[in-house]
């Protein structure tokens, strides 16, 4: 699967060792004066798959919507390849970082499958061949091919959340920010969901309660509590921290019936 059609240099710019993303200070409170993020910073390299994982509250939903300029932090910065978040250059994020909502009806609103599929191209302005054949290609890429012509409210959950990535991938986004992917699947469709994200060749950035997923397909974990960064590093260790994690509301990886990582 190509995903840098949309992005021009971006090869380039991860050949030159530029993070894919950093986060510096990173701060962010609601209307009501709620601090939801207070000072998160960390860097990720192109073509890594980091998990964010905390308690209900702990700002990974928040800190996910920071990262293309849906919500606007009230200090720090945000940078994806070398690029530094504004008003200005947000078009220009929102093509390199693309955000999967928890529920895939939030992104899902065409007439069918392949419409929902061909927007964002579609809107970048590229010629309509280009767009099929992107279209075609993310489908394919998420074992939708032959889906163009369904509805997509009349697909199943995990349906809606592969077709929900295909949009994203339409667009050659080369980051992939996704919120709870897994919440409410079956058992099968959490399992191709997880193989799906295992074999995309982008940057991964999971917000996600399913620690067997994280041992999976990321290999690093950000623990986040109460607005802050509390632990960074790998997920084997982690998520096998019965101390730490408990302390942050959280279970030992052992505890959910999954073998050590």
């Known amino acids: 699967m190509k995903t840098n059609g949309a992005t021009p240099g971006i090869e380039r710019l991860a050949a030159s060792g530029m993070a894919a993303l950093e986060v510096d200070d990173l701060r962010f409170a609601y209307p009501d004066g709620t601090p939801s993020l207070r000072g998160v910073s960390f860097r ?4 890594e798959k980091v998990a964010l ?6 700002g990974k939903s928040t800190l996910l919507l920071n990262l293309n300029g849906i919500l606007r932090a009230h200090g720090g910065t945000v940078r994806v390849f070398g690029e530094e978040l504004s008003e200005r250059s947000a078009p220009l994020i929102r093509a390199r970082v693309g955000l999967l909502f928890s529920n895939p009806d939030d992104q899902l609103f065409s007439a069918t499958v392949l419409e929902d599929v061909a ?15 992107r279209s ?13 012509d369904r509805v997509p409210h009349r697909l199943s959950l995990g349906q809606k959340r ?16 996704l919120d709870e992917p897994t919440a409410s699947l079956d058992p099968r469709s959490r399992r191709e969901l997880i193989e799906l994200l295992d074999r995309l060749p982008l940057t991964i ?5 399913d620690l067997g997923m ?14 802050l960064a509390i632990a960074d590093g790998q997920s084997r260790l982690i998520l096998n ?10 279970e030992p990886l052992s505890a959910h019936g999954h073998p050590h990582a």
């Open 44 to 47: 990720v390299a192109p073509g």
């Open 53 to 58: 994982v905390g308690p209900n509250g702990a």
């Open 119 to 133: 927007y964002g191209p579609l809107h970048m302005g590229l010629p309509e061949d280009e767009v099929l054949a």
């Open 136 to 148: 075609r290609e993310a489908l394919r890429a998420v074992g939708m091919a032959g889906f163009e």
């Open 162 to 177: 592969r077709v929900a990535i295909a949009t994203v991938l339409s667009m050659g986004t080369p980051i992939l920010a």
């Open 205 to 209: 950035l999971v917000a996600t309660h």
């Open 214 to 227: 994280v041992s999976d397909v990321l290999p690093r974990t950000i623990l986040m509590d109460a607005g």
């Open 241 to 250: 921290d019965a101390v730490t994690l408990g302390a942050h509301g959280l």
